[in-house]
């Protein structure tokens, strides 16, 4: 990965990260507790491209649960998708698939897109 990004974990500033391995460290963060979401993204605050996870739900019944989204430019506007899982491998591949420039939503990933354009 030659690309920086900007990781953003719950009060920190958006700090640039070149090394994926990097990217995987910061974002464990939410999965082993230490936070509660992550942002990764091409330029700080940048609010077309970007992936993102926080706890969704924590419990001893229902184990820990997050949620993920990404958003990626399309067109004039954006594309963006969401997933519910308990699986935080999930999301790690996600992470890396978008650093990448590989992320294609999978079936388990639901289009928010019209959800979210009456937000911006």
């Known amino acids: 990965m030659s690309r920086c ?65 990404v958003r990626v430019p399309k067109d004039d506007g954006f594309s963006m998708w969401r997933l519910r899982t308990k699986r935080f491998e999930e999301i790690e591949s996600a992470v890396e698939a978008y650093v990448a420039g590989d992320f294609e939503a999978g079936p388990r990933w639901v289009d928010v897109t019209d959800e979210m354009i009456g937000d911006d």
């Open 5 to 69: 990004w900007y990781v953003t974990t719950d009060d920190s500033e958006a700090r640039p990260v070149e090394v994926t391995e990097e990217i995987l460290a910061e974002i464990g963060k939410v999965r082993d507790g230490v936070s509660e979401f992550f942002v990764v993204e091409p330029e700080p605050n940048d609010d077309t491209d970007f992936i993102q996870a926080s706890v969704w739900t924590e419990g001893v019944i229902l184990r820990k649960s997050y949620v993920a989204e």
